[in-house]
């Protein structure tokens, strides 16, 4: 019996090891690199073998954005510097720039992505390229060319070449028909914006090539993400992070979203390190392949009173956006992530008075320099 349990742990090891993408065989032997861009409909895809001490190569698109650096740096500080790569379309910061390799990736180029993975030798690729919900509603084309035909690129991309793929969904990958206090992993999904059509299908695509094709596909679904250092990119819940800037800078803030609209939200340090988890998180613990995850829940109105604990002369006044408006109105309120935490042991650090502190802590010591300099 022994003999057998220290056979059966040491294989799930190897399963485990944090460059292994393979579900399907038991013995990864090597790559047998297939497309479905190439190949016949019965083709399997088998992982690259590693040794255990290997650390991941790790590729990050659209790594300017709000998240992108900061996940960079975690990644680098547990994998080394030079195995994590971040990309984008724009120009980095002199400070992105001196912190790590950088390099120019275009989603919608097919055979620069594949240049790119297979001269850096990538085995993970983080996807984090996207346009969000206002700016995808502004722009349906070029949120339908990024989101959707770009998404297509890097799944056959990372079926291609074996890697473990992580695509972020959100709360905006539900709509109004689905449950909303709580929003539990699976119901009704008929979002009515592009960017959460998008999500939906790239949750639906990622799980079919995992089932179809052996891909090692992981998925969160993100709330609304609070950074300090890191500004958003055109969503619906930027709201909650641009009171921040506002109250230290003028003590007045002008808000896009009814004082009751409740929408989940998360600091940024908790999405990256369940980003984080459920990449290193060994396959057989994945009962799914797409979570939420949840930290809390707020209303505009439940964050200034938070913020005025800080700022007590702290004014705020509500002009709406009605676009922006609808699409939070058809988001769940709460987000029910009890499958993250019994799967893979997910828990948050922050919830709303931690999160507003960190908040003031960093960007008052950053005011603080600027005055200084
Ligand atoms: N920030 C949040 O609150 C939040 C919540 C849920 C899910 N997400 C998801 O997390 C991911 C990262 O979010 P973010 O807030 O950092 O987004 P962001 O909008 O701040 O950044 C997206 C990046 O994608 C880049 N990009 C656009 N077109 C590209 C192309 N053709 N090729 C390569 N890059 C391109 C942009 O230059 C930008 O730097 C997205 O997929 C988003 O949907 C974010
Ligand atoms: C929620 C999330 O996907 C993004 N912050 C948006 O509002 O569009």
Same mark, same amino acid.
């Given at each position: ?113 594949? +240049? ?10 983080? !996807? ?8 995808? +509603? ?40 689905? *449950? ?29 090539? !995992? ?52 929408? *989940? ?40 009173? +938070?913020?005025?604990? !800080? ?36 828990? !948050? ?25």
């Amino acid at each position: 019996m022994t003999v057998i349990r220290n056979l059966s742990r040491a294989i799930s090891q190897v399963l485990q090891s944090p460059g292994c993408g393979c579900q399907t065989s038991i013995v990864p032997v090597r790559c047998i690199g297939v497309s479905p861009r190439q190949v016949t409909s019965d083709a399997n895809f088998h992982s690259v073998s590693f040794s255990e001490t290997d650390h991941p190569r790790v590729l990050i698109t659209g790594g300017l954005g709000q998240l992108g650096v900061g996940l960079a740096k975690l990644l680098r500080k547990r994998f080394g510097k030079n195995n994590v790569i971040l990309s984008d379309i724009r120009k980095p910061a002199d400070n992105v720039f001196y912190s790590g390799p950088f390099i120019y990736s275009d989603i919608l180029d097919y055979k620069n992505l594949r +240049e790119i993975v297979v001269n850096n030798r990538i085995t993970w690729l983080i !996807h984090y390229s996207a346009l969000l919900s206002a700016v995808g +509603e502004a722009n349906v084309p070029l949120a339908r060319a990024v989101n959707i035909t770009g998404l297509h690129n890097i799944l056959d991309i990372a079926a291609e070449h074996s890697l473990r793929l992580f695509v972020p969904s959100t709360i905006g990958a539900f709509g109004p028909t689905s *449950p909303r206090n709580p929003t539990p992993d699976l119901c009704i999904q008929r979002p009515r914006t592009i960017y959460g059509v998008s999500k939906v299908h790239a949750e639906l695509m990622g799980e079919y090539y !995992h089932y179809r094709y052996g891909l090692d596909f992981r998925c969160l679904r993100y709330p609304g993400i609070i950074s300090a250092d890191s500004q958003p990119g055109g969503g619906t819940t930027d709201y909650a992070v641009q009171v921040f800037h506002d109250a230290i800078k003028t003590g007045k803030f002008q808000c896009n979203l009814k004082p009751d609209t409740r929408l *989940p939200m998360m600091y940024i340090d908790d999405c990256l390190k369940a980003t984080l988890e459920v990449m290193e998180a060994p396959a057989e613990l994945l009962t799914m392949r797409t979570y939420n995850i949840n930290a809390m829940s707020f209303t505009p109105e439940e964050l200034v009173q +938070e913020v005025q604990k !800080h700022v007590p002369e702290f004014e705020v006044t509500y002009n709406v956006d009605p676009v922006r408006q609808a699409i939070a109105d058809s988001w769940p309120m709460n987000f029910d992530d009890n499958n993250a935490r019994k799967d893979w042991g997910w828990k !948050h650090d922050y919830d709303l008075p931690e999160l507003v502190t960190t908040m003031f802590n960093f960007l008052g010591s950053e005011s603080r320099i600027a005055q200084a300099n």
